[in-house]
Antibody
Framework: QVQLVQSGAEVKKPGASVKVSCRVS????????MHWVRQTPGKGLEWMGR????????IYAQKFQGRVTMTEDTSTDTAYMELSSLSSEDTAVYYC??????????????WGQGTMVTVSS | SYVLTQPPSVSVAPGKTARITCGGN??????VHWYQQKSGQAPVVVIY???DRPSGIPERFSGSNSGNTATLTISRIEAGDEADYYC???????????FGGGTKLTVL
């Protein structure tokens, strides 16, 4: 069974950066494209981007271009999402999620538990 | 980017049928996935590829997709179905993975 375990809550000041981790178990992270989705308080889901380790390729949502970096450490099966130049509008729960080809759903089959990032002065 | 439009809220009495729509330009030509998100939890897939159910999802959940509207139908509503529901598609232009704004299902 695939499990995605994320790092703990963060509190950051405006202008700072935050780096959230997502450790994969039950599957090889090198075979998974890791997506990041955020959810601002009381709002919906917002796709941020994807890192494809097989092709060493990233796709970022236009909204986050230039501010987000997604990477992966294959030695520890851990994916990372770093968001810079934080503002109060970035206060949200950040999820890692993946689409597992073998399930055949084509949907986001597995999700991390979410990481709350609070941006406050 | 492709836009998906959902009603903010739907209310239904226990035992009745809830229908949650997801509107998009020619959405019938795309594959739609639906997620259920209960308070404080991560989303869970309830319908994939328009109408298929993952194992463990009750048969009460069904989906359809045609024209400019996809629909998630939940029959014989139970209190435990109260949650936010999101539609999602993959689009070849703009941001590839797109979510609808979500619909809060309230069981009266």
């Amino acid at each position: 069974q695939v499990q995605l375990v994320q790092s703990g809550a963060e509190v950051k000041k405006p202008g700072a950066s935050v780096k959230v981790s997502c450790r994969v178990s039950g599957y090889s992270a090198t075979e998974l494209s890791m997506h990041w989705v955020r959810q601002t308080p009381g709002k919906g889901l917002e796709w941020m981007g994807r890192f494809d380790p097989e092709h060493d390729e990233t796709i970022y949502a236009q909204k986050f271009q230039g501010r987000v970096t997604m990477t992966e450490d294959t030695s520890t099966d851990t994916a990372y999402m770093e968001l810079s130049s934080l503002s109060s509008e970035d206060t949200a729960v950040y999820y890692c999620s993946t689409i597992i080809p073998v399930t055949g759903t084509g949907a986001f089959d597995f999700w991390g538990q979410g990481t709350m990032v609070t941006v406050s002065s | 980017s492709y836009v998906l439009t959902q009603p903010p809220s739907v209310s239904v009495a226990p035992g009745k049928t809830a229908r949650i729509t997801c509107g998009g330009n020619n959405i019938g030509s795309k594959s739609v996935h639906w997620y259920q998100q209960k308070s404080g939890q991560a989303p869970v897939v309830v319908i994939y590829y328009d109408r298929d159910r993952p194992s463990g999802i009750p048969e009460r959940f069904s989906g359809s997709n045609s024209g400019n509207t996809a629909t998630l139908t939940i029959s014989r509503i139970e209190a435990g179905d109260e949650a936010d529901y999101y539609c999602q598609v993959w689009d070849s232009s703009g941001d590839p993975w797109v979510f609808g704004g979500g619909t809060k299902l309230t069981v009266l």
